[in-house]
């Protein structure tokens, strides 16, 4: 599943969207020690999470672009939690606990949601930002360098 997902340059990749029912999923950009608690600023370690369970930490919430490996070329801004505690197995089936804030939470919401058969579109508050990647590097990429 990470050769999966780093060839299609994905940061996230569930089970079921490679065909596995199976309560699984892979995130992270590099291969290094899973801290907690994981920010933005870690560049997120690569992660196995087997049977997820996720709950929200504090109220915040924080919208932010997504996109899907199973619906390619496609961006919509998603309201999430900002931070989550994650209570899982890694890949030994040893019990692991972390606390994921930012984007690394927002990866790790996106990928447990593919276990429920739910995609970023059904977390979408309105559709008016739903873009294509041509259409969102041409006018939202724009104006938020602006
Ligand atoms: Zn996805």
Same mark, same amino acid.
């Given at each position: 599943?990470?050769?999966?997902?780093?060839?299609?340059?994905?940061?996230?990749?569930?089970?079921?969207?490679?065909? !596995?029912?199976?309560?699984?999923?892979?995130?992270?950009?590099?291969?290094?020690?899973?801290?907690?608690?994981?920010?933005?600023?870690?560049?997120?370690?690569?992660?196995?999470?087997?049977?997820?369970?996720?709950?929200? =930490?504090?109220?915040?919430?924080?919208?932010?672009?997504?996109?899907?490996?199973?619906?390619? /070329?496609?961006?919509?801004? =998603?309201?999430?939690?900002?931070? =989550?505690?994650?209570?899982?197995? /890694?890949?030994?089936?040893?019990?692991? !606990?972390?606390?994921?804030?930012?984007?690394?939470?927002?990866?790790?919401?996106?990928?447990?949601?593919?276990?429920?058969?739910?995609?970023?579109?059904?977390?979408?508050?309105?559709?008016?930002?739903?873009?294509?990647?041509?259409?969102?590097?041409?006018?939202?990429?724009?104006?938020?360098?602006?």
């Amino acid at each position: 599943m990470f050769e999966t997902m780093s060839e299609y340059q994905g940061i996230g990749l569930a089970a079921p969207q490679v065909h !596995e029912s199976l309560r699984v999923f892979v995130a992270g950009v590099r291969r290094a020690e899973v801290v907690t608690p994981m920010t933005d600023d870690v560049e997120m370690p690569f992660v196995a999470l087997i049977n997820p369970d996720i709950l929200p =930490v504090g109220e915040d919430v924080e919208s932010n672009w997504e996109g899907c490996l199973s619906i390619p /070329d496609i961006r919509g801004r =998603v309201e999430r939690p900002r931070a =989550v505690r994650v209570r899982a197995l /890694d890949r030994s089936g040893r019990r692991i !606990e972390l606390v994921a804030h930012g984007l690394p939470a927002r990866v790790i919401q996106h990928e447990n949601d593919h276990l429920d058969g739910v995609l970023f579109f059904d977390r979408m508050v309105t559709f008016e930002t739903l873009t294509f990647m041509d259409e969102f590097k041409r006018y939202w990429a724009k104006d938020e360098d602006e």
